[in-house]
């Protein structure tokens, strides 16, 4: 008989303890702020029917859906939260208040073709604020306050917002007289960071664009600045096109209210080559980029939509929202060596009896420190004295409480910094009070 193959399949990201550990506490992290922020959790099926799934997607994600008959129905994996959020809202309307804020932290899957950071099944961060017919601007400010908080919580050093609005990149094709290939140009105005310029400018000519189109279109998303001075540069450029007005207006609130929601713009910038998702965003957009670490690209990124659910509802519900893709966030941290986590264990603390005979007293002592809310842990194998030490070192565990037939009888335990090493004697009831850390 062929030995059974016990890899994970590729795609799949599975995590050593210590790792999990660290996987979790930036989950935790996510989720905390979102909440802090008044977004409700929400959760939906992981399977949908196959054609409200669909309705949406076409192409590329069509391909990539994991898609099964189970009887009579045809049915998929989602494939990411926004679809199913779609679905939730058409389904629930009349028993959600508007504006609806909601967070949901969970995995979708796509059947990509499994490669270094790509994953087929992998969490992703969303929130969302949802309005009924109309949505105010000053959510679109709202939202960079959340990543603020977020990433300044997380610790992965400077990072930088990148704010951007659909109808100024929109309204300035139209001022060039390439509404037709807008589609084209943004998308190789999305590549601009990852080609050279004149690679950049070749890929222009590729789609017939002339030089008086190219210089301008140059000259436009080469404009640099703190927040005033790129909103007065973009109004300088004296363009008449109401579309492109409109987004500056709205581009001058938003960071106007970032600046007073407390975003200091040392950690944002107007950035005018974000290009992102063309047939769905349609006025403010983001991008949040770790400044030591600008290979791992954006960390979090989003934008505000005029109409969530045609496909499911005739009410227009435009809304406003960001992802944060952690499963590839993480494992792009962990490869640049950013993340380190030495403990392998939720406990802080390991009661060992020093033989069977003390099994009794530990469990008694291992109960009480849990009651008093330390994650604790009870060592219940037997081995030696030697081979348990080791055990709590590789464990990364923090305290051992070793109680032998002395500790026992008398109540006074040795407590043993696995750090330094230091030994003391402490009453049962203090070492519950102390020891959490």
């Keep these: 008989m062929s030995e059974i193959n016990t890899r994970a399949l590729p795609g799949f990201m599975e995590l050593l303890p210590e790792e999990q550990l660290e996987f979790n506490r930036i989950k935790q992290i996510i989720s905390t702020e979102y ?62 208040t508007f504006p609806f804020k ?24 969303d929130i969302d604020v949802i309005g009924h017919n109309e949505l105010s601007l000053n959510y679109d400010a709202e939202i960079p306050g959340v990543i603020y908080s977020i990433f300044s ?6 990072f930088t917002i990148k704010v951007n609005n659909r109808k100024v990149l929109t309204g300035v094709m139209e001022h060039l007289e ?16 990852k080609i050279s ?43 008449t096109n109401q579309t492109f007005n409109i987004g500056v207006d709205e581009l001058e609130k938003v960071t106007d209210l970032m600046k007073l929601m407390g975003i200091s713009e040392d950690y944002f910038v107007i950035d005018l080559s974000i290009a992102r998702g063309l047939d769905y965003y349609t006025g403010t957009i983001y991008e949040t980029n770790l400044d030591e670490y600008p290979k791992i690209g954006s960390v979090c990124s989003g934008g505000r939509y005029d109409d969530l659910a045609s496909f499911y509802t005739k009410e227009k519900l ?7 893709g952690l499963t590839r966030l993480f494992y792009q941290l962990n490869e640049a060596g ?33 009651e008093s809310g330390v994650d604790a842990d009870i060592l219940l194998q037997e081995m030696s004295m030697k081979k348990k030490f080791k055990y709590a070192d590789k464990k990364g565990i923090k305290y051992v409480v070793v ?33 959490g850390g």
């Design 178 to 193: 390439l509404s037709d290939i807008t589609a084209d140009v943004l998308r190789i105005i999305d590549k601009i960071d």
């Design 102 to 125: 909601r967070c949901h932290i969970d995995k979708v899957y796509r059947g990509e073709s499994p490669q270094k950071g790509r994953f087929r099944e992998f969490y992703q961060c």
């Design 403 to 435: 109680i032998g037939e002395e500790e026992a009888k008398s109540g006074i335990l040795t407590v043993q910094s696995m750090i330094t090493g230091d030994k003391s004697k402490i009453a049962t009831i203090i070492i519950i009070t102390n020891q």
């Design 318 to 324: 435009p809304g406003v929202g960001i992802s944060i």
């Design 197 to 239: 310029r004149d690679e950049f400018i070749a890929e222009l000519e590729k789609i017939n664009l002339n030089k008086s189109q190219i210089d301008s279109l140059m000259n436009f998303i080469g404009i640099r600045g703190n927040s005033v001075d790129v909103i007065k540069a973009l109004r300088d450029l004296n363009i």
């Design 153 to 158: 919580k997380l610790n992965f050093g400077k």
């Design 35 to 96: 909440q802090k922020f008044g977004f409700t959790p929400l959760d939906t099926p992981v399977i949908e029917r196959s054609e409200t799934l669909l309705a949406k997607a076409g192409g590329e994600t069509e391909k990539q859906i994991y898609r099964f008959k189970k009887g009579d129905n045809d049915l998929s994996l989602r494939f990411d939260l926004t679809v199913p959020l779609a679905r939730y809202v058409a389904q629930h309307f009349s028993d959600l």
């Design 338 to 370: 950013i993340i380190t986590n030495n403990q392998k264990t939720v406990a802080n603390i390991l009661v060992m009896p020093l033989t069977d005979s003390q099994i009794k007293t530990s469990i008694e002592v291992v109960k009480s420190i849990r």
